[in-house]
Structures are given as C-alpha cells and as structure tokens.
C-alpha cells in the first residue's frame, strides 16, 4: 500500500483548529527606527481575528523583545546581562504593540514567559500548559516569548523556533506556522550561501537534516 501523502500547507490550516503562529524579530522590528512595524503587525492581527471569527485558537510566539529593548537603550549586542536588560526594557514594549494590534478586533491578550526549565520540568510543564488552556478557555489570546531576563545560558532556549516547537507541544496544537523573512527550510542559509536549495518537505529528521542548523540570531528574544 502506497503511504499516504503529506497534506498541503493550505489544507493543513485549513483543518487545524489550534495554531501556533511564530514571529521573528525580522518581519515584526523595522531594521531602520529599530521599532515595531506596526503596519505589519496590524496586517497580521486581521489574519489572527479572522481566524478567531472562524472558531480557531491561535497563540503567538513572539521574538522582537530583545531588539526593541537595544532600540529604546541605544545599545548594542553585549554580555549576557546586558541583553537581559534589553529584554526587560522590550517586553514591555512588545506586549503594548501586540495590545494596540489586537485590541481593535476585541481580542485580549496575554503574556506567557517561560524558560527551558519550564517545559521540561513536568510540575512546570504541566503547570504552564493549565494556564495556556485557562487562557484559551476565555478567550484570549496568550503571547509567548523566552524569560530572557532570569534565564542564563544553561536553561535558554537562545532560539525562538526551538520554543514554539515546545510551546506547540506543550499546548497540544494541530499546526505550527513559522513565519519569517526566509521562505521556508534551504539547505544552508539562502542570504549567504548562493547555491542553498529549497527544500518544500522534510518527512524524517535524519543527520542531513539536523547538521544545516545554524545558531540563533542575536535578537531572537
């Protein structure tokens, strides 16, 4: 027997009824003001309540924090401590963008920080995915990013990617949707290495795979 196809992109949102949507710091930060691109944002907040009017849950993996942090202090990438500074300086900034962005739409948000302790310690995991499900219970619209202002190195997730996975797991969504400024999965980073393929399907995570990770950007936060 034939296995059976993997379904498309299109028709797999179209049967999720919980997504995960993640958002780098590329798409959300204008590289010019450092600020958020709030034209952007409230493009992508439409999408958010159009999929909330159709009866889905959606909750936001947010980068930007870090970034807008540096902007509204003038500095540069740092020591750790430094970027744990920008980090508490920007969320404040992040949530209010994601506030006025969904608030036109009657959607409430909410701001969720975890480590990578939380997600796999079980009393935390188990903790942290009750009051994702209280959330989405009222209605509202949680907004995830990385405790970058008490997390060290040890128990970071450095990357925003690896957390929306985890935070897909843990609130047991139907789709992850990572939307970035690259076009999907290459073989190597497409904006330095001219020969990077495409790759539209990954159907087993084999070495191959895993060895064209590269690190986090700096301001994944």
Do not use: C, F
Request: proline letters at 4%; glycine letters at 6%.
């Amino acid at each position: 027997m034939a296995a059976e196809a993997a379904p498309s992109p299109a028709t797999a949102l179209a049967h999720a009824r919980r997504l995960v949507v993640k958002i780098g710091s590329s798409l959300l930060i204008d590289a010019a003001t450092r600020a958020v691109a709030r034209d952007w944002l409230a493009s992508l907040a439409q999408d958010i309540a159009d999929l909330r009017q159709q009866g889905r849950e959606v909750i936001v993996v947010s980068s930007g924090a870090v970034a807008l942090g540096r902007g509204r202090l003038n500095t540069t990438p740092g020591r750790l401590q430094d970027k744990q500074a920008a980090a508490a300086v920007g969320q404040t900034l992040l949530m209010h963008a994601w506030e006025e962005a969904l608030a036109p739409h009657g959607l409430i948000t909410a701001q969720v920080l975890l480590t990578r302790d939380d997600t796999e310690r079980r009393r935390r995991w188990l903790n942290a995915r009750a009051t994702v499900e209280a959330l989405l219970a009222h209605g509202v619209v949680p907004v995830v990013n990385e405790n970058d202002t008490v997390a060290t190195e040890e128990i970071r997730y450095g990357d925003n990617d690896r957390l929306a996975a985890r935070a897909a797991q843990l609130a047991r969504a139907d789709l992850l949707v990572l939307l970035s400024d690259v076009d999907g999965l290459y073989t190597a980073d497409p904006r330095r290495d001219p020969e990077a393929r495409h790759l539209p399907l990954v159907e087993s995570l084999g070495p191959d795979i895993l060895g064209m990770a590269s690190g986090a950007n700096a301001d994944a936060g």
